[in-house]
Nanobody
Framework: VQLQASGGGLVQAGGSLRLSCTASGRTFDENYRMGWFRQAPGKEREFVAASAWSGGTPNYRDDVKDRFTMSRDLAKNTVYLQMNSLKSDDTAVYYC??????????????????WGQGTQVTVSS
């Protein structure tokens, strides 16, 4: 299985970006969730958003829930992270991930066993 993340870039504060994560090599099912994490320089990787592969209401970290939206296109085997009103604190490498529900809570990195390569998001103030 490969997860290919894309869509990062340099944007001014207040701007928007949409990240994409496309899965290849297998098709996930209702037993899987997809997650977005980020890692800033010198910091640990942290949870951003997660959603069931089959649909449902996503979960978000508190400081992005009114600005970020996670969605998916099953036909394209792709999940998205729409990021609006970006702030300098959002600057990080963003990773997509996939894991079975049985692996644990959606906000833990150990709950995911498939990871994308990461895409850099830089927000200038």
């Amino acid at each position: 299985v490969q997860l290919q993340a894309s869509g990062g870039g340099l944007v001014q504060a207040g701007g928007s970006l949409r990240l994409s994560c496309t899965a290849s090599g297998r098709t996930f099912d209702e037993n899987y969730r997809m997650g977005w994490f980020r890692q800033a320089p010198g910091k640990e990787r942290e949870f951003v958003a997660a959603s069931a592969w089959s649909g449902g209401t996503p979960n978000y970290r508190d400081d992005v829930k009114d600005r970020f939206t996670m969605s998916r296109d099953l036909a394209k085997n792709t999940v998205y992270l729409q990021m609006n009103s970006l702030k300098s604190d959002d600057t990080a490498v963003y990773y997509c991930a996939a894991g079975r529900y049985s692996y644990g809570h959606y906000s833990f990195t150990r709950s995911y066993n498939y990871w994308g390569q990461g895409t850099q998001v830089t927000v200038s103030s």
